[in-house]
């Protein structure tokens, strides 16, 4: 079956701008997670769905950034007010379900740029 | 505070040599070890984990050593070969429902020359 899509692929905006970034997860996992992960850098945590609500927003930066699950399936990432230091790989990953014992699958991610 | 400390950054490996790969963690909560590989333009994917109640796991060519005490683990890839050029992450997590979240190390870029 299909794995983890995001779109765009890549997405180049300016400073200030406003974003958002999708997520599609694979059919039937209930968790969805959000890292970024910076050049050279390891994946980190932004922010955990299981279902429709968020578990674990921890990770999110600032309230700059804000992600939204409304029904259970979907994920969008926002960005408010975009700035250089934004720019990073946003990757999404979903599991069957929560726990350590499933396997999260990683999309491709969104390779974001600011200007 | 970089919970899990990953090293080398960069490793070259002969063609059909050992990689060996080092992670250590601080937080004791943590559970359940997984080792990513991420290619180039893709989403890091799942190679091997480990749980700290086994001291090894082995699958194929890839196996992990865990050692408790000290609270260390590590990767390593017997006879590799070029197509595993890539770069590989350990992670940990504490498994524990709501919070699932994987914390990783920042990676270490093997090169497997021909």
């Known amino acids: 079956g299909a794995g983890v899509s995001q779109t765009p692929s890549n997405k180049v905006t300016e400073k200030g701008k406003y974003v958002e970034l999708r997520c599609d997860p694979i059919?039937?996992?209930?968790?969805l997670y959000w890292y970024r992960q910076s050049l050279g850098q390891g994946p980190e945590f932004l922010i955990y769905?299981?279902?429709?609500?968020?578990?674990?927003d921890s990770g999110l930066p600032n309230d700059r950034f804000f992600a939204v699950r409304p029904e259970g399936s979907v994920s969008t990432l926002k960005i408010q007010r975009t700035e250089r230091g934004d720019s990073a790989v946003y990757l999404c990953a979903s599991s069957r379900t929560s726990g350590s014992l499933h396997e999260q699958f990683f999309g491709p991610g969104t390779r974001l740029t600011v200007l | 505070q970089q919970q899990v400390k990953q090293s080398p950054q960069s490793l070259i490996v002969q063609k059909g040599g050992i990689s060996i790969i080092n992670c250590a963690y601080e937080?004791?909560?943590?559970?359940?070890f997984p080792w990513y590989q991420q290619f180039p333009g893709k989403g890091p994917a799942l190679l091997i984990a480990i749980r700290p109640d086994v001291s090894e796991k082995k699958e194929g060519r890839f196996t992990i050593s865990f050692n408790k005490s000290a609270k260390q683990f590590s990767l390593h890839i017997m006879d590799s070969q070029p197509g595993d050029s890539a770069t590989y992450f350990c992670?940990?997590?504490?498994?524990?429902?709501?919070?699932?979240?994987?914390?990783f190390g920042k990676g270490t870029k093997l090169t497997v020359n021909p």
């Open positions: 769905f299981q279902g429709t609500g968020a578990a674990d």
């Open positions: 937080n004791t909560a943590f559970d359940y």
């Open positions: 059919s039937g996992h209930t968790a």
């Open positions: 992670a940990a997590t504490p498994g524990l429902v709501g919070s699932e979240k994987l914390v």
